[in-house]
């Protein structure tokens, strides 16, 4: 094991360069892909890595399940046993799966309450609610809907509606909700994982705004439709469904639709800072991914000999 249990747990700092240049550099359904992916598998490693350590830890409590034999001299002197590292991982565990878990059921709990609250209505893919407060957003489901509100459509003009419609539609198309969920996740197993997390909330939204442009034809209407909306709206009636204008920086997001279309990319060229900063982020995760296989693989099979057939 040695000191490589410790690196899943700092490794996710070398996705912090991609997070800010796959925003401005890449296309928003590329960026989002790649930063949710390098998220995931630094997330799992660095929840693996605090397992790890909490066995290793455990052996010396009281009372604990593991055999005698794991707490032998010549067993700790195999493992990278360190008192404090030890026990600390057993609290930073558990506090790690409360968080996810809560943001597991925060993410179920919401579109649950949204639905039931629009199981009166005609099961219509889009429901129009008699609100003067400005809202739209997307809410997916085994039904998908998009719920928008009278104030909303009072407030643009009829190719802007258009506008908005495609931009929720794309959401619920490319499952964005699944992308959010994951990152979400990630930021709470690891903290050095919020960027990676704020990026993709916002090319998640430059993804849809993308093909509303392709939709529509035209990336100014969606400019313009997504500033007015952002100008009258007072942001989602629900914190954890996004809104057409209430996620992500929207003078970038209108700024971005002002200027040329991105150029759709698999992978950035090597010889430029997005190329670096992707191959820096991607060799991360490959390590992560190697060093929390090689200790478990190690610990498994000290464990193994350690305990009495």
């Given at each position: 094991m040695g000191v490589f249990v410790?690196?899943?747990l700092v490794l996710p700092l070398t996705a912090w360069p991609i997070a800010r240049l796959a925003e401005q550099h890449l296309h928003p359904r590329a960026a989002t892909w790649l930063l949710t992916s390098v998220a995931a598998?630094?997330?799992?490693?660095?929840?693996?890595?605090?397992?790890?350590?909490?066995?290793?830890?455990?052996?010396q409590l009281p009372g604990n399940p593991l055999p005698d034999g794991w707490s032998d001299p010549e067993v700790r002197e195999a493992v990278p046993y360190d008192?404090?590292?030890?026990?600390?991982?057993?609290?930073?565990?558990?506090?790690?799966?409360?968080?996810?878990?809560?943001?597991?059921?925060?993410?179920?709990?919401?579109?649950h309450r949204a639905r039931a609250a629009l199981a009166e209505l005609p099961p219509r893919a889009v429901a129009v609610l008699p609100d003067e407060v400005?809202?739209?957003y997307a809410l997916p489901g085994r039904r998908d809907r998009i719920v928008v509100s009278t104030g909303m459509l009072d407030a643009l003009s009829?190719?802007?509606?258009?506008?908005?419609?495609?931009?929720?539609r794309a959401h619920l198309h490319a499952r964005h909700h699944r992308f959010l969920l994951a990152v979400q996740l990630a930021?709470?197993?690891?903290?050095?994982?919020?960027?990676?997390?704020?990026?993709?909330?916002?090319?998640?939204?430059?993804?849809?705004?993308?093909?509303?442009?392709?939709?529509?034809?035209?990336?100014?209407?969606?400019?313009?439709?997504?500033?007015?909306?952002?100008?009258?709206?007072?942001?989602?009636?629900?914190?954890?469904?996004?809104?057409?204008?209430?996620?992500?920086?929207v003078p970038r997001r209108v700024a971005a639709?002002?200027?040329?279309?991105?150029?759709?990319?698999?992978?950035?060229?090597?010889?430029?800072?997005?190329?670096?900063?992707?191959?820096?982020?991607a060799a991360g995760a490959a390590v992560s991914a190697l060093s929390s296989a090689?200790?478990?693989?190690?610990?498994?099979?000290?464990?193994?000999?350690?305990?009495?057939?």
């Open positions: 410790f690196l899943p598998v630094l997330a799992v490693c660095s929840t693996l890595c605090l397992a790890l350590l909490m066995v290793v830890g455990t052996a008192e404090v590292a030890g026990k600390a991982a057993i609290p930073a565990l558990i506090a790690v799966i409360g968080a996810c878990a809560r943001a597991a059921w925060r993410h179920h709990r919401v579109p400005p809202y739209a009829a190719v802007e509606r258009r506008a908005l419609f495609a931009h929720e930021a709470r197993a690891n903290p050095f994982l919020r960027p990676l997390r704020t990026a993709v909330c916002f090319t998640a939204e430059r993804w849809a705004d993308e093909e509303a442009a392709v939709v529509v034809g035209s990336r100014r209407v969606v400019a313009r439709a997504v500033g007015k909306a952002a100008l009258i709206s007072r942001g989602a009636p629900v914190a954890t469904l996004a809104g057409f204008a209430a996620a992500g920086p639709l002002l200027g040329p279309p991105p150029v759709a990319r698999v992978w950035p060229p090597i010889f430029t800072a997005v190329g670096l900063a992707a191959w820096g982020a090689s200790s478990a693989l190690t610990l498994f099979f000290i464990l193994k000999a350690a305990t009495p057939l």
